[in-house]
């Protein structure tokens, strides 16, 4: 069994459903129609939630949650905390109507459907996985390094580990008839079309290696014991573990299974390495997601003198467990060891604290480093990129000191 996933406690196996053995299995719900997207509220597009100035920055469609607000929360991250990346509006999904369709020339016959009680009554097995926008940190190419990127401003907030509970993606396939001629996969959104400098480029879409989708995929239907809110894909998502967030497609409508390379604009345009150095047409699709950190502190901090602080922060890896995080006031000449504390999963992050004792009043800038068991080690600098992906270095975190 794959280490990620754990069969739910409250699993009543096959052609069972868990009403039947008094369980609390999502209902099924019929909201609204189709793929009505919400009103346009508070001035805040198609984001369903609230969202407190303390809690999130909101940038367009989408909102960055502040690290200061998971001060003193527990390992996950609640539902109402959870960051928002929309590429056009929440949907809302009839989930008694819709169905999730697999077809293609990888399947031994014609579309397979699977209704969203058909989910319910699957072997349910569940994960505990951050899911990150490729995006993450993307301001810090601008900030820390001096380097012109274009798209959403992140600093660090696009980020957020869950519980996600459903059925794997490779017992969806065994079902559907996959043949060992499949090669690709391409999960779609039911999310509004995507237009970008006035081309459409249709529903969120993109490829996925037959290869990952058998090892730990998971189509999710909750979110932390409960089912999915509409802003966070509601009835059913793509969970693609260590992956950047664009994999874990939202409002999951259907998937093509391919005896072909796929290939889609968020493959072949977006979310992928564009600049100096690199292939006209790009580097290959972004995948596995680097070594991050942050503190769970406001920006800037502002924190008193002459005394002893406890600050907290969180480091993950798409490559596997940290193992180590260690933290500076000097701007990386000198580095000591925080204390790494709680729960540890494979595609989750790590919690730590560090006692800080600032050396003056003033302003100073904390830096965190995390490292993983691959060996990766987060980098004084990122590789440089005009579309601002992949932000792993070192953050220096501004701190004032009265």
């Given at each position: 069994?794959?280490?990620?996933?754990?069969?739910?406690?409250?699993?009543?196996?096959?052609?069972?459903?868990?009403?039947?053995e008094?369980?609390?299995?999502?209902?099924?719900t019929?909201?609204?129609?189709?793929?009505?997207?919400?009103?346009?509220?508070?001035?805040?597009?198609?984001i369903?939630?609230?969202?407190?100035p303390?809690?999130?920055?909101?940038?367009?469609?989408?909102?960055?949650?502040?690290?200061?607000?998971?001060r003193?929360?527990?390992?996950?991250?609640?539902e109402?905390?959870?960051?928002?990346?929309?590429?056009?509006?929440t949907?809302?999904?009839?989930?008694?109507?819709?169905?999730?369709?697999?077809w293609?020339?990888?399947?031994?016959?014609g579309?397979?459907?699977?209704?969203?009680r058909?989910?319910?009554?699957?072997?349910?097995?569940?994960a505990t996985?951050?899911?990150?926008?490729?995006?993450?940190g993307?301001?810090?190419?601008?900030?820390?390094?001096?380097?012109?990127?274009?798209?959403?401003?992140?600093?660090?907030?696009?980020?957020?580990?869950?519980?996600?509970?459903g059925?794997?993606?490779?017992?969806?396939?065994?079902?559907?008839?996959?043949?060992?001629a499949?090669?690709?996969?391409?999960?779609?959104?039911?999310?509004?079309e995507?237009?970008?400098?006035?081309?459409?480029?249709?529903?969120?879409r993109r490829?996925?290696?037959?290869?990952?989708?058998?090892?730990?995929?998971?189509?999710?239907?909750?979110?932390?014991?409960?089912p999915?809110?509409?802003?966070?894909?509601h009835?059913?998502?793509l969970?693609?573990?260590g992956w950047?967030?664009?994999?874990?497609?939202?409002?999951?409508?259907?998937?093509?299974?391919?005896?072909?390379?796929?290939?889609?604009p968020?493959?072949?345009?977006?979310?992928r390495?564009?600049?100096?150095?690199?292939?006209?047409?790009?580097?290959?699709?972004?995948?596995?997601?680097?070594?991050?950190?942050?503190?769970?502190?406001?920006?800037?901090a502002?924190l008193?003198?002459?005394?002893?602080h406890?600050?907290?922060?969180?480091?993950?890896?798409?490559?596997?467990?940290?193992v180590?995080?260690?933290?500076s006031?000097?701007e990386?000449?000198?580095?000591r060891?925080?204390?790494?504390?709680?729960?540890?999963?494979?595609?989750?992050?790590?919690r730590?604290?560090?006692a800080?004792t600032?050396?003056?009043?003033?302003?100073?800038?904390?830096l965190?480093r995390?490292?993983d068991?691959?060996?990766?080690?987060?980098?004084?600098r990122?590789?440089y990129n005009?579309?601002?992906?992949?932000?792993?270095?070192?953050?220096?975190?501004p701190v004032?000191v009265?």
């Amino acid at each position: 069994m794959n280490p990620l996933f754990t069969p739910a406690k409250d699993d009543p196996g096959p052609g069972r459903t868990a009403a039947a053995e008094g369980g609390t299995r999502p209902r099924v719900t019929t909201t609204t129609d189709g793929t009505t997207p919400l009103p346009v509220a508070g001035g805040r597009p198609g984001i369903r939630k609230s969202l407190p100035p303390g809690t999130f920055a909101v940038h367009g469609t989408n909102a960055e949650t502040r690290w200061e607000a998971l001060r003193g929360e527990d390992y996950l991250t609640p539902e109402h905390l959870f960051f928002v990346r929309n590429h056009t509006t929440t949907p809302l999904i009839d989930a008694a109507t819709r169905r999730l369709t697999l077809w293609g020339t990888g399947l031994r016959a014609g579309p397979v459907a699977f209704t969203y009680r058909d989910l319910l009554e699957m072997p349910a097995e569940t994960a505990t996985a951050f899911i990150e926008c490729a995006g993450n940190g993307r301001r810090f190419y601008g900030e820390q390094q001096n380097q012109k990127v274009s798209g959403t401003r992140w600093r660090l907030g696009a980020v957020g580990v869950a519980c996600w509970r459903g059925v794997r993606l490779a017992a969806l396939l065994e079902r559907a008839g996959m043949t060992a001629a499949a090669v690709a996969l391409m999960p779609r959104g039911l999310d509004a079309e995507y237009v970008e400098g006035g081309e459409n480029l249709g529903r969120v879409r993109r490829p996925l290696p037959v290869a990952k989708a058998l090892d730990d995929v998971l189509v999710a239907y909750e979110m932390n014991g409960r089912p999915l809110p509409p802003d966070h894909g509601h009835p059913a998502r793509l969970v693609v573990p260590g992956w950047v967030g664009v994999a874990s497609i939202k409002w999951l409508g259907d998937i093509e299974v391919s005896a072909e390379p796929l290939e889609s604009p968020w493959s072949t345009r977006l979310y992928r390495m564009h600049g100096p150095g690199l292939p006209p047409g790009g580097g290959p699709p972004l995948t596995r997601i680097g070594v991050k950190s942050a503190f769970e502190l406001t920006w800037p901090a502002r924190l008193e003198a002459g005394r002893e602080h406890l600050l907290h922060g969180r480091s993950w890896s798409g490559n596997g467990q940290v193992v180590r995080v260690d933290v500076s006031d000097d701007e990386g000449v000198s580095w000591r060891p925080a204390r790494l504390h709680g729960e540890r999963h494979p595609s989750g992050w790590v919690r730590w604290t560090f006692a800080w004792t600032p050396p003056s009043a003033g302003n100073h800038r904390l830096l965190a480093r995390a490292a993983d068991e691959t060996g990766a080690v987060q980098p004084v600098r990122a590789a440089y990129n005009a579309l601002g992906y992949g932000f792993d270095a070192v953050a220096r975190h501004p701190v004032v000191v009265a």
